[in-house]
């Protein structure tokens, strides 16, 4: 079965931080990632994700992730944190019968 | 364009007591799911749909029925309502005709307590 692991539950960062959060799934075949962010008291929104093709794919509001195959991996990245990035970020995994999601990490950045 | 539309926002229950949640999408979307989100556990996925008429049971379904009898809307129901059924659900829709190179859709959630 697929599973979806996130590494870290809580962090805290400063502002202008530098980010990353890891993700691994296990599954063998061919597989399409997501990065999923819940803002306080709001529902998920699309970050980014990927499909096939360039391993390094940019979301929106300058978060990035890579696709490592063989490590199956697919960490969340951003070069500088700010105080309205505090929220809790998902990481999934698309199968037939639905997403699969890690368990959340838990962002909170200090101003 | 309202998206993934969910109602309640909102619900206190009795154990024991019933409810329907209901949820509605105007993108034409085939699938529809509906998971519960609790601390500490992620998303899980409670049932599903892949087109109208259909459904099937996800990772955590007991205690819990849907109907998809319009395209549109997916209904979850609480028979008799347990205080481990407390938890914010979230319905989410995926247009997906050919696999899975579609993201979701989510509502905005519906926050369940049971006392």
């Known amino acids: 079965a697929q599973s979806v692991s996130q590494h870290n539950h809580h962090v805290i960062l400063s502002e202008a931080a530098s980010l990353e959060l890891g993700c691994n799934y296990s599954y063998g075949g061919t597989v399409n990632l997501f990065w999923y962010v819940q803002y306080p008291g709001q529902h998920l929104q699309l970050l980014l994700k990927y499909f096939s093709g360039d391993p390094l794919v940019k979301g929106i509001k300058g978060f990035e992730a890579e696709f490592i195959k063989s490590k199956f991996s697919f960490n969340l990245r951003k070069p500088s944190v700010q105080w309205s990035d505090t929220a809790e970020y998902f990481c999934?995994?698309?199968?037939?019968?639905?997403?699969?999601f890690g368990k959340g990490t838990h962002l909170i950045i200090q101003p | 364009n309202a998206g993934v539309t969910q109602t309640p926002k909102f619900r206190v229950l009795k154990t024991g007591q019933s409810m329907t949640l209901l949820c509605a999408q105007d993108?034409?979307?085939?699938?529809m799911y509906w998971y519960r989100q609790d601390p500490g556990m992620g998303l899980r996925l409670i049932h599903y749909?892949?087109?109208?008429?259909?459904?099937a049971k996800g990772e955590v379904p007991d205690g819990y029925n849907v109907s998809r009898l319009k395209k549109q809307n997916f209904l979850l129901g609480l028979e008799s309502a347990a205080p481990s059924q407390t938890s914010v659900y979230f319905c989410?829709?995926?247009?997906?005709?050919?696999?899975?190179?579609?993201?979701?859709?989510f509502g905005q959630g519906t926050r369940l307590t049971v006392v």
């Open positions: 993108m034409n979307h085939e699938y």
């Open positions: 989410a829709s995926r247009r997906d005709p050919q696999g899975l190179r579609t993201e979701a859709f």
């Open positions: 999934a995994v698309n199968r037939a019968d639905g997403l699969t």
């Open positions: 749909s892949v087109g109208e008429g259909t459904t």
